[in-house]
């Protein structure tokens, strides 16, 4: 089942998708501050797997002309509470088991998130980011165990991860990615091991 969804704001739409397997393990939230076309390749390798993928803009049209648009951690955590609440509420992904797969600038807002909708995910994986930009309380609220992937030349994530570690109390790890190297397979295997499949 293919679906698109929109989320009303009041600085315009937010347009989104969800691609449903047959009998899928588990749905990932895919959290982005901007689609990229690689994304389109995760998605089908993810799905390819057998997960539920849903995505959605974090930023309207309109608030994307704005470079610093993405940098917004409390708008764009609404966002994405407000992606939660409509998975929870859709009849056909309510009952799945959830994680969000977070890159860049929506790393934090996805801890953030995860951390205010505990119960609800259950894992948390992210490509890129500056972790800590989350906050000391998110940080420690954090129960979804949390795997980190940073590439080879990101050396300002991977630092910021170092100076978040001490604060988290979930199951996490990080891992440095060499160029070229496909994210999917790390993600696949840390959501199979704690979605339960």
């Known amino acids: ?22 009998n899928p393990h588990g749905l990932i939230l895919l959290a982005r501050a901007h689609h990229a076309p690689a994304d389109t390749f995760i998605t089908a ?9 849903f995505f959605m803009e974090l930023l309207s049209a309109r608030e994307a002309q704005f470079a610093d648009a993405s940098q917004n ?9 407000d992606m939660l609440d409509l998975i929870r509420t859709h009849g056909a992904t309510q009952d799945l088991p959830l994680a969000i797969f977070a890159s860049g600038d929506a790393t934090p ?22 972790v800590d930009r989350a906050g000391l309380q998110a940080l420690n609220l954090l129960s979804a165990p949390l795997m980190m992937l940073f590439d080879s030349d990101d050396s300002p ?41």
């Open 73 to 81: 951690v409390p708008k764009l955590t609404q966002r994405l509470i």
């Open 157 to 197: 994530g991977r630092n910021a991860f170092q100076r978040a570690t001490p604060h988290l109390n979930c199951a996490h790890e990080m891992h440095t990615l060499n160029p070229g190297d496909d994210p999917v397979p790390h993600v696949a295997a840390w959501l199979s091991l704690h979605l339960g499949n």
């Open 45 to 53: 390798n993810l799905a390819a797997r057998g997960y539920a993928i």
């Open 109 to 130: 807002a996805a801890i953030r998130a995860a951390a205010q909708r505990d119960i609800q995910v259950r894992a948390l994986a992210g490509h890129g980011g500056i």
């Open 1 to 22: 089942m293919n679906q698109n969804l929109t989320i009303q704001t009041p600085q315009g739409p937010l347009h989104g998708h969800i691609d449903m397997p047959d």
